[in-house]
């Protein structure tokens, strides 16, 4: 929502102040409602302190299949696009949907097509979203397609939630340990410093790495801190640069453990959207240009490239898939059987299913593998810094015995 200054005129006198509004023709409305006859308005140039940040898609995938979930219905009611997309903006709990969805309802109110207004809004509907609903438009099911677009998006969030549910827990556990580690160099280990030193003999490998550990944690935590913010700037860079997303995307897809799990929903991902278009009579060189720019790989977005130009040139779709790794036998086998078949489709969404539910076991198998692991890891660390301080103690008790 934007902020407009205004100067108007009411019953009581002159008026000025502030108000919240989709537009500016919106923020007139909201006054003369009032009974203020607006003289002047401007809108109030957004600044850090005053703009919404967000990281991310601004809308969460959840929100966004509830609000297709009951556009749907709203539409199978009977209830027209406009009003539908009214309703729908003051029951969404998302700020950003609701601010968009006001824009949208303003432009459906001047005769603009759903598909149009929702270009405009390039973060909020996705490529897939805005062609599919122009499918829909053309066709006159758009019923139909918003529920094909909620399966869609459904299945991408079960998936997704899956991956987030896998990685969460090892991800937790890393932090917890480096906050015990952090905890134990910094505020256990140095009451024992003057102890050893007393003792005068000399003490364990082991003691003096963890010793010297604490002295550099306490001197220079700093470098630790500005190391870890580093580390993140530099991913966030890395993954907004397309030309270096491509080696760390690569790097994942090769990690061991995790990278088949990646590979496989991101297969999942790329042949469901494929299928979604290709059932709502998206042209396949959009279709394939679309999922270009939402698959969120870009090794697996080269490749796809790569196959447009070859179907641009009259060969097959399957061919650059197959002189790549990152492409199974069994996607390319399929696609190949449905462009034969003419049921492109469907053997899509057959291959859809199946790599997303080898992500959900894989995904089950990965955390029933990674909790004992992490817990041993956790121990081991530890482990270590309690060894390191007790060896010694037992040679100073056997001294003093």
């Known amino acids: 929502m934007a902020r407009f200054k205004y100067q108007g005129r009411a019953k009581s006198g002159k008026k000025s102040g502030i108000v919240t509004a ?134 991408q969030h079960f998936t997704k939630q899956k991956i987030v549910s896998a990685l969460a827990y090892p991800v937790a556990v890393a932090i917890i340990a480096i906050g015990v580690v952090i905890f134990l160099l910094v505020s256990v280990v140095p009451t024992f410093v003057d102890m050893f030193k007393d003792f005068g003999g000399e003490l364990p490998a082991i003691t003096k790495f963890v010793l010297n550990a604490s002295s550099f944690m306490q001197k220079f935590w700093w470098l630790v ?64 240009s679309i999922v270009e720019s939402i698959v969120e790989n870009e090794v697996i977005a080269k490749v796809i490239v790569k196959s447009r130009h070859s179907l641009e040139q009259g060969r097959s779709l399957t061919e650059p898939m197959k002189e790549h790794w990152v492409f199974p036998p069994l996607i390319t086998q399929m696609i190949a059987i449905g462009e034969q078949t003419g049921a492109l489709d469907s053997m899509l969404a057959k291959v859809a299913d199946f790599y997303e539910r080898e992500v959900e076991s894989a995904t089950d198998r990965l955390k029933s593998l990674i909790e004992p692991l992490m817990i041993v890891l956790l121990a081991g660390l530890v482990g270590t810094i309690v060894t390191s301080i007790m060896i010694p103690m037992f040679d100073i008790f056997q001294h003093v015995g």
Request: glycine share 4%; aromatic share 8%.
């Open 225 to 288: 801190v500005l190391f870890m913010v580093a580390c993140f700037v530099a991913i966030i860079l890395i993954r907004n640069n397309k030309s270096t997303k491509y080696y760390l995307d690569y790097f994942l897809l090769k990690m061991p453990i995790f990278g088949k799990m990646l590979q496989k929903a991101a297969l999942a991902r790329m042949t469901r959207t494929l299928s979604s278009l290709f059932a709502s009579s998206v042209p396949i060189l959009q279709a394939l």
């Open 22 to 155: 989709a537009s500016k023709r919106e923020a007139v409305v909201q006054l003369r409602d009032k009974g203020i006859k607006v003289l002047e308005i401007s809108e109030i140039p957004e600044t850090l302190l005053t703009k919404e940040l967000t990281l991310g898609n601004p809308v969460k995938l959840h929100d966004f299949v509830i609000y297709l979930r009951q556009f749907a219905t709203l539409i199978r009611a009977g209830i027209s696009i406009v009003e539908a997309t009214s309703i729908l903006a003051e029951q969404t709990e998302s700020k950003s949907l609701k601010r968009a969805l006001l824009l949208v309802e303003q432009d459906l109110r001047e005769g603009t097509p759903l598909s149009t207004a929702a270009a405009k809004h390039k973060k909020i509907f996705s490529s897939m979203f805005v062609n599919m609903i122009r499918a829909g438009e053309a066709g006159g099911n758009m019923d139909e397609t918003l529920e094909k677009l909620a399966v869609h998006f459904e299945k």
